[in-house]
């Protein structure tokens, strides 16, 4: 008879327990029901967060027994990870915008300009290629790509590296220590110094080969650069102006190109 009633006695326990919680369980039941849109229309992460919340909210639900606490903390979750879902941005402008910006002819523009100008390309692909990129974060690129785009300065100027050598081919008994330079604009510049000058221009440069000796015969031409890259040479020659030598010839052969630093 005893094990009879604490049967029946266990029975009603049960049945009393797992009446218990039922308003939180429907609360949770319907955070659950709750309509999200298809997850392809959302990021990858956010609708990971989202699956992961769900499925332990769905376990705790069916718990016979889950205490109040745990049944708030898995709605909470839950709410929380649906509040979280991240619709995908549609990326087709900023797309639109990176090719536009990758189609400018970089060389009538200035460098500085270019180079902020691909510094937001580079962020604003960042963006195309991230998955988990969010509806700020496509706007903010455009909009940057938008600023660097209008701000593209033509350029008139340009920064040249000036690259030069001396060589030479004859001596015929002139002299054996010398002296060689280029000026430009009467001051003398050295291999690997820069010049400004408008873009695709030409300058006059002075090139000139002196012995060094207490009478220095000397040799000096004026030439014209094409800033354009391309190398040019010129021969110069240097005649002995007195002794026996007199009308020897040393003969030096000056090549030169400039190449384009910067754009201004």
């Known amino acids: 008879?005893?094990?009879?009633?604490?049967?029946?006695?266990?029975?009603?326990?049960?049945?009393?327990?797992?009446?218990?919680?039922?308003?939180?369980?429907?609360?949770?039941?319907?955070?659950?029901?709750?309509?999200?849109?298809?997850?392809?229309?959302?990021?990858?992460?956010?609708?990971?967060?989202?699956?992961?919340?769900?499925?332990?909210?769905?376990?705790?639900?069916?718990?016979?027994?889950?205490?109040?606490?745990?049944l708030h903390k898995a709605e909470k979750n839950l709410q929380s990870a649906i509040d979280n879902?991240?619709?995908?941005?549609?990326?087709?402008?900023?797309?639109?915008?990176?090719?536009?910006?990758?189609?400018?002819?970089?060389?009538?523009?200035?460098?500085?300009?270019?180079?902020?100008?691909n510094a937001e390309i580079s962020s604003a692909q960042a963006v195309i290629n991230n998955e988990e990129a969010t509806i700020q974060d496509v706007e903010q690129a455009a909009n940057d790509l938008n600023t660097a785009l209008r701000g593209m300065t033509k350029s008139t100027k340009g920064v040249y590296k000036i690259y030069y050598s001396f060589n030479m081919l004859a001596n015929n008994h002139v002299g054996n220590e010398w002296l060689k330079g280029v000026t430009y604009n009467g001051i003398n510049i050295y291999s690997g110094d820069t010049v400004t000058a408008p873009l695709n221009s030409s300058i006059k440069i002075n090139i000139y080969v002196i012995e060094n000796d207490k009478i220095p015969d000397i040799g000096s031409e004026s030439i014209s650069l094409l800033l354009n890259g391309a190398k040019i040479s010129a021969k110069i020659f240097v005649c002995e102006n007195r002794g026996r030598y007199t009308g020897n010839i040393a003969t030096w052969e000056f090549t030169c190109h400039a190449a384009l630093k910067e754009r201004l």
């Open 85 to 117: 879902l991240y619709p995908k941005p549609d990326k087709s402008e900023l797309a639109g915008l990176v090719e536009k910006a990758l189609a400018i002819n970089e060389n009538i523009y200035t460098t500085a300009s270019c180079l902020s100008l």
């Open 1 to 70: 008879m005893k094990k009879i009633i604490s049967v029946i006695l266990s029975v009603i326990v049960i049945l009393i327990l797992s009446g218990c919680n039922e308003k939180e369980k429907a609360s949770l039941q319907e955070v659950i029901e709750q309509e999200v849109k298809a997850e392809d229309t959302y990021t990858p992460a956010s609708y990971q967060e989202y699956k992961v919340a769900l499925q332990n909210a769905i376990s705790v639900k069916k718990e016979t027994f889950a205490s109040t606490e745990k």
